[in-house]
């Protein structure tokens, strides 16, 4: 049974940081390209970062280019998301995905999803 696991959510003020981590189970993870997507309440669901399955390519939505960075971790089954200064238009439930080997930008590729976790950046 695939699991993704998300974990490094919070509250904290606009400029500062955080990472999170999805910690998948469950699958062969260094076969499967990982993504973050997330939903601000009463909108949809989108694409924030993606990076495929060697870690070696990795996709920003432009709100947050410069800001977020995306990395792997083959030998501990983990992505992280480190955040950078945080703006209170990041605040939403941010969902951590997977697919085999190549990555995409579009949630209906994905075959796997996290529960989320919720960032609150507050002004």
């Known amino acids: 049974q695939v699991q993704l696991v998300e974990s490094g959510g919070g509250l904290v003020q606009a400029g500062d940081s955080l990472r999170l981590s999805c910690a998948a189970s469950?699958?062969?993870?260094?076969?499967?390209?990982m993504a973050w997507f997330r939903q601000a309440p009463g909108k949809e669901r989108e694409f924030v970062a993606s990076?495929?399955?060697?870690?070696?390519?990795?996709y920003y939505t432009d709100s947050v280019k410069g800001r977020f960075s995306l990395s792997r971790d083959n030998a501990k089954n983990t992505v992280y998301l480190q955040m950078n200064s945080l703006k209170p238009e990041d605040t939403a439930v941010y969902y951590c995905?997977?697919?085999?080997?190549?990555?995409?930008?579009?949630?209906?590729?994905?075959?796997?999803w996290g529960q989320g976790t919720q960032v609150t950046v507050s002004s």
């Open positions: 995905a997977a697919r085999p080997r190549d990555t995409a930008a579009t949630m209906g590729a994905y075959n796997y």
């Open positions: 469950g699958l062969t993870f260094s076969s499967y390209a």
């Open positions: 990076i495929n399955w060697s870690g070696a390519w990795t």
